[in-house]
């Protein structure tokens, strides 16, 4: 019942946050102990990771009460859901999840291209911002290459074009 | 005479035409990226960490460096032209440079920033090469208790100092040791948490890490807002960039004081550039017969922060050299920087690799004169940048990112896992954590754990031994102190 209305007294991201850290803590914790965590006079590969996932999950749990009696919450920046524009940050991270699977089937110069052209246009829609675009994603994408891998030697996902 | 002949080896090394290449692309780039709102000396440097990565360590760390008193540099100019800080440490010097700016006078206070922040930088660099090495000396001393104390220590004061409650600084300071677990054990060669994976044998790559915490974040907190074009640019006519005798009259106690100031509090983990400046602003203030007219247009409220700020830059590496711990995100990339041209930094830096020092200190020198002979003509320069739109830029830093994280093992995995923490630092700041407990949790990490438990195995598994020495004990009790300074509310300086 306690827990509760504690739970309850965080925003949603504090109590996802919160969640996060326990999972993580718990996960590091029991990978910790099967690497084993030897004694104090001989300790084991796991021990360091086993006292730091403990203090992570002590913390988490002391930020949890101490944000409900202490009131933090009313001192750090309060950000409803509404107020965080979801959209465009996580489009961008989808498309630079897909870039990062691509880049090395389809290689530097086109995946670089796609990806350049929508994030040019994000947002954008009209006409002429597209031709521009369009312009705009070609002249970085073959620039860059040029830089990158014929000026400063780093090789670059060469891909189905082969270059 | 032994520092002078060290010295002058330095500037043999400085003068170098590479170096003084390397040393000029970096405080221009660093000036560059100052400028540019959004785009700190961390993101700066993690951008272009990799670009380093085919130089002489040398030259890598000249650069390096040059980029981050650089963005000190270039951060004023926004502040001034257009009240908006091109990076943190220059928040501060919008309230009285806007002001002068909106007074006519944006010319003297572009001018005395950019002349106190060169007798700041100066100022700093003697204190770095006289502190250096007794410093450097003594560290000698240090055996595994000793450093496991002083980093213990180190990390609670950084959390403590960072912003928002100090408990979440511990929570992410205490990821970034676990995530700095990641890989094979260098004690018993076990690998550990790595599920599997063979790109995780090697750990988690500090460049990942560092641009998408810094560079994919700030990009995607960005693209949050419309990418509209803020505010108008200040025109002024160059040939009022002097600042005038009574300007320098007015300034000279601002520039010395926000020197000391700056550099000692560079010095200190967690304090960094942001505070001495808003520090020095303080100090400013108090001292001023006329305290009323800061925020008006005072040209001691820019000179002071200014000078600060630069100054900070030069202290904080008196750590980095002579103990090998990085006091803030910039340093924990130039450790990261050394580490992968295969050099420790630490007390024997100075003993094994002199030119590591000397060289980079001489062309910080060099760098700074350079940037105030260039910054004051290329102001137009800067103004004109500040008008690429964000739509433009903001993409061409995720491929910067992009290629960065690539080129340092030719895998996309490091791209992905960039990606990853990029998205993790956009959450983790939008819910008010630091990023900079983090950082320096994964770049001190692995000092950390072979220091305790090379500890423990030299006292059989005795604690007693983190009190053994007077080095550890004034250290464990300083790590107390700060415990009860931030749970003991009444004691709590942060909140006086």
Redesign the interface.
């Known amino acids: 019942m306690f827990a509760k209305r504690l739970f309850n007294s965080m925003n949603k991201?504090?109590q996802l946050?919160l969640g996060v850290?326990l999972v993580?803590a718990i996960l590091?914790a029991i990978?910790s102990l099967r690497?084993g965590v030897g004694?104090?006079?001989?300790?084991?590969?796991?021990?360091?990771?086993f006292v730091?996932?403990i203090?992570?999950g002590t913390?988490?749990i002391?930020?949890w009460i101490?944000?409900h009696f202490?009131q933090?919450r009313a001192?750090?920046?309060q950000?409803p859901p509404e107020t965080?524009?979801w959209k465009?940050?996580s489009v961008?991270?989808l498309f630079?999840?897909i870039?990062?699977?691509c880049?090395?089937r389809i290689g530097y110069l086109i995946s670089?291209f796609i990806?350049?052209f929508i994030?040019?246009n994000?947002?954008?829609g009209t006409k002429r911002k597209w031709k521009m675009g369009i312009i705009?994603a070609v002249t970085?994408a073959v620039t860059?290459y040029l830089i990158?891998n014929k000026l400063?030697?780093?090789?670059?996902?060469k891909g189905i074009l082969g270059i | 005479m032994e520092i002078i002949n060290l010295l002058i080896e330095g500037f043999r090394i400085g003068l170098e035409p590479a170096n003084l290449f390397y040393c000029f692309a970096g405080v221009f780039l660093g000036t560059l990226t100052g400028v540019l709102p959004g785009l700190g000396p961390t993101a700066a440097v993690s951008l272009l960490l990799p670009?380093t990565f085919?130089m002489s360590p040398v030259s890598a760390i000249i650069m390096l460096a040059g980029i981050y008193y650089g963005t000190m540099y270039g951060g004023s100019t926004t502040s001034i032209l257009v009240n908006i800080p091109g990076e943190t440490a220059s928040v501060i010097t919008c309230l009285d440079g806007y002001q002068m700016a909106l007074k006519g006078r944006a010319g003297p206070a572009l001018g005395i920033a950019a002349f106190g922040s060169f007798i700041a930088g100066t100022l700093g660099l003697i204190g770095l090469m006289l502190l250096a090495q007794p410093l450097a000396q003594f560290a000698l001393q240090f055996g595994p208790p000793e450093y496991f104390c002083i980093i213990s220590t180190g990390l609670i004061l950084l959390s403590f100092i960072s912003r928002?409650?100090m408990?979440?600084s511990?929570?992410i300071s205490?990821?970034g040791?676990?995530l700095s677990?990641i890989g094979i054990?260098v004690?018993?060669s076990?690998t550990?948490?790595t599920f599997n994976f063979l790109e995780l044998a090697d750990g988690v790559g500090i460049v990942p890490l560092v641009m998408g915490l810094f560079g994919?974040s700030e990009?995607?907190?960005n693209?949050?807002?419309?990418?509209k074009e803020e505010g108008g640019v200040f025109y002024f006519k160059m040939i009022d960039l002097f600042p005038t005798r009574d300007d320098w009259i007015r300034s000279k106690g601002a520039i010395v004081r926000g020197s000391i100031l700056g550099f000692f509090l560079g010095i200190l983990p967690g304090i960094g550039t942001v505070t001495s400046s808003f520090f020095s602003y303080a100090v400013e203030k108090k001292v001023s017969k006329t305290p009323e007219k800061f925020g008006q247009g005072m040209i001691e409220g820019v000179a002071g922060p200014e000078a600060a700020n630069n100054a900070a830059t030069a202290g904080a590496f008196i750590p980095l050299f002579t103990l090998g711990i990085p006091v803030n995100p910039v340093m924990a990339l130039l450790f990261g920087a050394l580490l992968i041209h295969g050099i420790q930094p630490g007390p024997l830096l100075m003993q094994k690799h002199p030119e590591m020092f000397w060289g980079p200190v001489s062309s910080m020198y060099i760098g700074n004169l350079m940037l105030l002979v260039l910054n004051l003509p290329l102001i137009p320069l800067w103004v004109q940048i500040l008008k690429i739109p964000k739509?433009?830029l903001?993409?061409?830093i995720?491929?910067f990112c992009?290629?960065g994280s690539?080129?340092l093992n030719?895998s996309?995995v490091e791209?992905?896992m960039m990606?990853l923490f990029?998205?993790m630092g956009?959450?983790l700041r939008?819910?008010?954590y630091d990023m900079a407990p983090l950082v320096l949790g994964f770049v001190l990490g692995p000092t950390f754990?072979t220091n305790?438990?090379q500890s423990?195995?030299i006292s059989?598994?005795?604690?007693s031994i983190f009190i053994s020495s007077s080095i550890s004990i004034v250290s464990t009790i300083l790590f107390f102190m700060v415990l009860i300074i931030a749970f003991i509310?009444r004691l709590r300086l942060r909140n006086l």
């Open positions: 991201f504090d946050f850290w993580v590091v990978l690497l004694t104090f006079s001989g300790p084991g590969p796991g021990l360091f990771p730091f996932a203090f992570l913390t988490s002391i930020y101490t944000s202490k933090i001192r750090l920046p950000i965080i524009y465009r940050p961008v991270v630079l999840i870039y990062s699977l880049l090395t670089t990806l350049l994030l040019f994000l947002g954008l705009g970085t860059s990158f400063l030697q780093i090789p670059l996902p | 670009v085919g928002g409650p408990v979440k511990l929570i205490s990821f040791i676990i677990c054990d004690i018993t076990k550990r948490m994919i990009v995607l907190i693209l949050e807002k419309e990418l739509r433009v903001l993409p061409l995720l491929l992009i290629i690539y080129s030719n996309v791209v992905l990606v990029g998205m956009y959450l939008k819910m008010g754990e305790f438990r423990l195995l059989g598994g005795s604690f509310p």
